[in-house]
């Protein structure tokens, strides 16, 4: 499926979406950003044309927005008049957090198909997590196969995007605090910096992988390693006093409602 990809706004998450669908090498990407120096420097690494918003609204099959919500008013104004000139079939995909399907019609003047997406920026390694509500029923599995080396995608009511968003799409930045003290603890202990950041990363994405691949609770993995009287139970009293999972549960709490 040879496709034209259209960012819009290639800075963290847009250019993360940017790397990730340049692994098909059927796509061809369009690459749009207000000081171009951005999407120059991520040419050099994935390839792609460097454009301005015109002629990539007018070449592109899919039109990802990627710009930050303040900003997103403007660039509709900008990208209207294209929209209304432009022949189907083309679907507009927005990471925009906080923006409605609806709102952004508005924004664009005409109910165009659009998906939208709250992403994260591992999308950039092929692990993302993508959230999606849908309101472009015949380009929902295109859009599935040109990001399918993006990571893992799940369907969800738009009313959930916000819960979503707060979990996986701010969630690398509590994971990347959690990697960090971690390694200052190994570093405390007498690990090397590289070494413990090492160590700590690749203990998170072990773990990861066998909640997701065992199937099994969270809490029974834990157990497992919880052998009695030993050592690790000691660390999870610690952090039960500590409020550790009290201070997650509000950190996501806190981040939804921002
Ligand atoms: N970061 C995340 O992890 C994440 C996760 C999920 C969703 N999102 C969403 O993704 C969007 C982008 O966030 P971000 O973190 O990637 O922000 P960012 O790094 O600031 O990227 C936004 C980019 O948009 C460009 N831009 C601004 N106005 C433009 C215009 N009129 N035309 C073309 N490009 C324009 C900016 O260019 P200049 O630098 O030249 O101003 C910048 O490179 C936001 O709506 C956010 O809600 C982000």
Do not use: W
């Amino acid at each position: 499926m040879n496709l034209k990809l259209a960012f819009i706004g290639t800075g963290n998450m847009g250019g993360a979406l940017a790397r990730a669908a340049s692994r098909d090498p059927e796509n061809d990407l369009f690459l749009v950003n207000r000081h171009p120096e951005k999407a120059i420097k991520l040419q050099a690494e994935i390839g792609g044309t460097v454009a301005e918003c015109a002629e990539a609204v007018e070449k592109a099959d899919m039109i990802f927005l990627g710009v930050k919500p303040v900003v997103l008013p403007s660039l509709c104004e900008t990208i209207r008049p294209m929209l209304a000139a432009k022949k189907y079939p083309f679907v507009i995909v927005t990471m925009v957090a906080g923006v409605s399907i609806a709102k952004l019609r508005s924004l664009l003047g005409a109910d165009y198909p659009v998906i939208r997406i709250m992403p994260n920026t591992p999308v950039s390694v092929g692990e993302g997590m993508i959230l999606y509500t849908s309101a472009a029923e015949n380009y929902t599995k295109g859009f599935l196969h040109v990001m399918r080396y993006a990571g893992k995608f799940l369907p969800v009511e738009e009313r959930l995007m916000e819960a979503g968003m707060a979990v996986s799409g701010c969630g690398p930045a509590f994971v990347d605090l959690f990697v960090e003290a971690l390694a200052d603890a190994g570093v405390a202990g007498g690990l090397p910096r590289k070494d413990a950041i090492t160590v700590a990363a690749q203990m998170v994405l072990g773990s990861a992988k066998l909640i997701l691949e065992s199937g099994k609770h969270p809490g029974e993995l834990k157990d497992a390693v919880c052998s009695p009287g030993g050592t690790t139970i000691q660390g999870v009293r610690k952090l039960e006093e500590k409020g550790f999972r009290s201070a997650v549960i509000e950190a996501v709490i806190a981040a939804k409602d921002a």
